[in-house]
Structures are given as structure tokens and as C-alpha cells.
């Protein structure tokens, strides 16, 4: 599951590479990586509660992925 969880953290970075390239996030829904985020979290709180190495390393890829998407798209939002 690491492995995979980290491949799919992963493929965030497109996403996050081509907001910083273009300096516009007009074409980004915040809201929906914004509830990727949500589901992310609780799969990583799971993962702690239970003692799942490998969950808690891949969520935590993912929430790092999910994290760079938001946070560049709400740094490039038009005002």
C-alpha cells in the first residue's frame, strides 16, 4: 500500500506543476480537492488508530499532494 500510496500522491504534482507554470488556477475546483483532502485525512486517521504503517505513509503522500493542488490554486485565484 505505500508504494501505491505514494505513486498516487504523486500524481498530484501535474496538477500542481501546471498552476505554478501558468500562474492561473481558473480551471481548478478547489472544493473538490478540498474533499479529497477530507477523505484523505480521516483514511490517515484510521491508519494511525490502527496501527498502519503503510496507510498513514501513503495518506500522508496524499495529503502532502492534495495540499500542494489547494494551495496553489487558492495562491493563483483571480481576484
Same mark, same amino acid.
Given at each position: 500500500?505505500?508504494? %501505491? ?5 504523486? !500524481?498530484? %504534482?501535474?496538477?500542481? &506543476? /501546471? @498552476? ?9 475546483? %478547489?472544493?473538490?480537492? !478540498? ?8 483514511? @490517515?486517521?484510521?491508519?494511525? /488508530? ?10 500522508? &503522500?496524499?495529503? &502532502?499532494?492534495?495540499? !500542494?493542488?489547494? @494551495?496553489? !490554486? @487558492?495562491?493563483? /485565484? &483571480?481576484?
Amino acid at each position: 500500500m505505500s508504494v %501505491v500510496g505514494i505513486a498516487t500522491g504523486a !500524481a498530484y %504534482v501535474p496538477q500542481a &506543476a /501546471r @498552476l505554478w507554470r501558468r500562474k492561473s488556477s481558473e480551471d481548478v475546483s %478547489v472544493l473538490t480537492y !478540498a474533499m479529497f483532502l477530507g477523505g484523505q485525512v480521516i483514511y @490517515l486517521l484510521y491508519g494511525i /488508530r490502527f496501527h498502519q504503517t503503510p496507510i498513514v505513509i501513503g495518506m500522508a &503522500a496524499n495529503i &502532502a499532494g492534495s495540499l !500542494a493542488v489547494i @494551495l496553489s !490554486a @487558492l495562491r493563483f /485565484r &483571480a481576484p
